[in-house]
């Protein structure tokens, strides 16, 4: 078959080509690719569809741009979309600067994407990432940089709205857990265009107090609501902060600037209420387990330097034995010759030399154990005065708190002449309301208790 002359040979303009003349596959792709390479840079937004990559050899990225109406195949190479910082997704909404290109192998039409960058709420994680990296580079995330938080706070500020759930939630929270932690509180605007200097302003006046550790926390929101944590001023300020900061905010998958560069990151405002007021049950264990420790390192230390005592007194024992077994044996010696020469000599020698070594073990005894004694006593004195040391504080911790659990105690209470009513499922009744006239309940005195129905009741609080 008869193929045409090439309009990209031999000067013609490609404008030029008459629609009648036949073009083999590579003329035409080759003329499609040069009217393609012709259109000027465009500036392109859409979804992300059908996203692959990037490519395990090369890098780069191959996925679809779509809107309503249409999509296209899109390419980005390995250096653009290392450029941009982020893991794109299906669904994404990018921002795209590039051109047309045709594929010469299969005529294939692909927007080269020369620049890339994310619209909407990915514009907002990719500025955020990109402060994240700064910080981090600062080393204002680094862990040796947070600072250590006691884990039995007595006293704490908490920086949040001082309107909505959260507050009420974190002061329910100290309280259930352990009512000895005393709480400031200091408002302030957690979301809009004055959060920021507000919270600023906030953790400053907490600091003034010098509490053990402040709760910055707010409730969850979509992203835009918490970028409010992720400005900069705001992280330095954080990180800056004279007191450890314990960030709350948001829910569990919500992590931002401040949660990064704060000295401890919990879940949620309660999770983080929770993280400096143990149960008080937790710290009774906690100063059983000390305690238990403690007697256990004391019996060990007595054990190694009674077993140390013994091993000493084994030693000299058998010094002295050797010694004996080495002068008897010289002294046979002795007397198989000088028994030869005069019997009765032999046997007055013999007789004058065991009253010597009885003599002399007679002498060395008692110094040796009048030593040993000495040394064991200095030692008892030494453990004795550690376990005191040790203990004593302990101690005084434990009658604290045990004075602090007699006094909110409930039974203190129904001593002084309440009761306690639970319903026929044993929860604690606390409104009146909630019984109906009939329902069985039980009443618990100060000592004893007793069953009861309900004949009427009275909403309404009295004295």
């Known amino acids: 078959m008869a193929v045409g002359r090439n309009p990209l040979a031999g000067g013609t303009d490609a404008n030029e080509h008459e629609s009648g003349d036949m073009l083999s596959v590579s003329d035409a792709i080759s003329l499609a690719k040069a009217r393609v ?31 309503d109406e249409s999509a296209m195949d899109v390419i980005v190479w390995r250096n653009v979309y290392n450029a941009l910082g982020v893991e794109l997704r299906d669904g ?25 960058e994310l619209a909407g709420e990915g514009a907002l994680r990719q500025k955020v990432a990109a402060l994240a990296r700064k910080l981090e580079a600062e080393g ?51 979301q809009g265009p004055y959060a920021v200097d507000s919270i600023m302003r906030a953790l400053a006046v907490a600091a003034q107090a010098q509490p053990e550790a ?16 992720n400005d900069e001023r705001l992280a330095r300020a ?48 906690a100063i059983e387990g000390r305690r238990q420790r403690m007697g256990a390192a004391l019996h060990a230390l007595t054990t190694a330097e009674r077993s140390r005592t013994d091993m000493a007194f084994e030693r000299a024992s058998q010094a ?17 010759r000088r028994c030869l020469e005069d019997p009765f000599a032999f046997v007055e020698d013999r007789a004058i030399y065991v009253m010597q070594t009885e003599q002399r073990l007679h002498d060395a005894m008692p110094r040796l154990l009048a030593n040993q004694e000495l040394s064991a006593r200095v030692l008892a004195q030494r453990l004795e005065g550690c ?19 007699e006094a909110l105690s409930p039974l203190k209470v ?50």
């Open 37 to 67: 390479g012709g259109m000027p840079t465009l500036v392109v937004t859409g979804e992300v569809s059908g996203f692959r990559g990037p490519n395990a050899r090369s890098g780069h990225c191959y996925f679809q741009v779509k809107d």
């Open 238 to 285: 954080v990180a800056a902060c004279p007191v450890p900061v314990i960030t709350g905010i948001g829910h569990e998958p919500d992590t931002s600037i401040c949660d990064m560069v704060s000295d401890r990151r919990a879940s949620t405002p309660t999770a983080a209420a929770e993280s400096v007021a143990p149960a008080i049950d937790e710290i009774v264990d």
């Open 140 to 190: 204002l995330m680094a862990a040796e940089r947070k600072r250590r938080i006691p884990r039995f706070c007595e006293h704490v500020a908490v920086v949040t709205s001082p309107s909505g759930s959260v507050i009420d939630d974190v002061k329910r929270t100290l309280a259930r857990r352990n009512p000895l932690v005393s709480i400031d509180v200091v408002g302030c605007a957690v």
């Open 92 to 116: 994404a909404t990018i921002v795209m600067h590039g051109k047309f290109d045709v594929y010469k192998g299969t005529g294939r039409l692909s927007f080269i994407a020369r620049r890339l």
């Open 387 to 405: 376990a005191q040391r040790i203990v004593a504080p302990h101690q005084a911790s434990m009658r604290a708190l045990a004075a602090s659990l």
């Open 320 to 336: 002295i034995s050797s010694r004996i077994a080495r002068e008897r044996a010289v002294l046979d010696a002795l007397s198989r």
């Open 214 to 229: 402040i709760l910055l926390v707010r409730g969850g929101g979509s992203f835009e609501d918490l970028m409010t944590f």
């Open 414 to 463: 129904l001593a002084r002449g309440y009761a306690i009513v639970r319903d026929d499922q044993g929860g604690v009744v606390q409104d009146a309301s909630v019984l109906s006239i009939g329902q069985h309940v039980d009443v618990r005195l100060g000592t004893g208790s007793f069953a009861a129905s309900v004949l009427g009741t009275n909403e309404s609080p009295t004295m």
